[in-house]
């Protein structure tokens, strides 16, 4: 009969092929990273403490433009705006091979949690930061070294903070956290 003896010596294949595969260590077959390493390198460094750099041009209007631009950016890769020169709309980053890849910049976000003049959709996570010097830098109530600071890493002023950690993550670099304060700070 035919399509038993088909059938039989599908089995006896299967027989001679299948065990051959579970022969295979599988266990190389995939990677089993340690998972706690990751973890680790994943975690937010601990708290630090700034001081403003001399550097930052608090006054200085491109550095402001580029203030503005990063704060009101949601999302790199929807923004169709070309950031003001200084700032890169991309970072490339290298893995073991050598091979750059090309991936949008996250700018800015600042604005999912804060009103300020000119906000389309200012969240209310954060305080509204609308005429901010006019009401807290005049006033004495903040000092640049403490906008510098909160927008560095807030955490020095408010351990709990429900902001993001911009400069002890990486997200953000020194020269972009002084153009942040240049514009929180400016008039506007
Ligand atoms: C996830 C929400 C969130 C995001 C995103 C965020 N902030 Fe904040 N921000 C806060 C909260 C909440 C506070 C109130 C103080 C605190 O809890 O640290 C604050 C406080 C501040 C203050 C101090 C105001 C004052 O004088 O008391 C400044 C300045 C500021 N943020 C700027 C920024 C800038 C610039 C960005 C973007 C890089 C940003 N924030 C992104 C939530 C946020």
């Known amino acids: 009969m035919q399509p038993k003896t088909a059938f039989l010596s599908g089995v006896a294949t299967c027989i ?16 089993s990273p340690n998972a706690s390493k990751i973890i680790k390198k ?10 403003m750099p001399k ?10 433009e580029r203030g503005k631009y990063i704060f009101h ?8 705006e070309t950031p003001p020169e200084g700032l ?6 290298k893995d073991k091979s050598g091979k ?14 804060h009103n300020i003049e000119g906000a ?4 209310n996570i954060g305080p509204d930061l609308t005429t901010y010097r006019a009401n807290f830098v005049d006033t004495k109530v903040r000092n640049t070294n403490f906008v510098y600071q909160k927008i560095a890493d807030a955490r020095i002023d408010n351990p709990k903070t429900h902001m993001t950690i911009n400069l002890t993550s990486g997200l953000f670099s020194p020269s972009e956290i002084c153009d942040l304060t240049a514009y929180v700070m400016a008039t506007k």
Do not use: H, M, R
Not at 55 to 64: N, Q, S, Y
Not at 88 to 93: G, L, N, P, V
Not at 100 to 113: D, E, L, P, S, W
């Open 16 to 31: 001679v092929a299948c065990s051959g595969a579970y022969a295979v260590d599988l266990t190389k077959a995939y990677e």
């Open 42 to 51: 994943d975690l937010l460094k601990p708290a630090k403490k700034y001081t």
């Open 55 to 64: 550097t930052c041009k608090l006054e200085d209007p491109a550095a402001i």
């Open 73 to 80: 950016n949601l999302n790199g890769e929807d923004a169709k």
């Open 88 to 93: 890169s709309k991309f970072i490339e980053t």
């Open 100 to 113: 750059v890849t090309k991936t949008a910049k996250q700018y800015g976000n600042c604005v999912a949690c």
């Open 120 to 123: 389309k959709g200012g969240g």
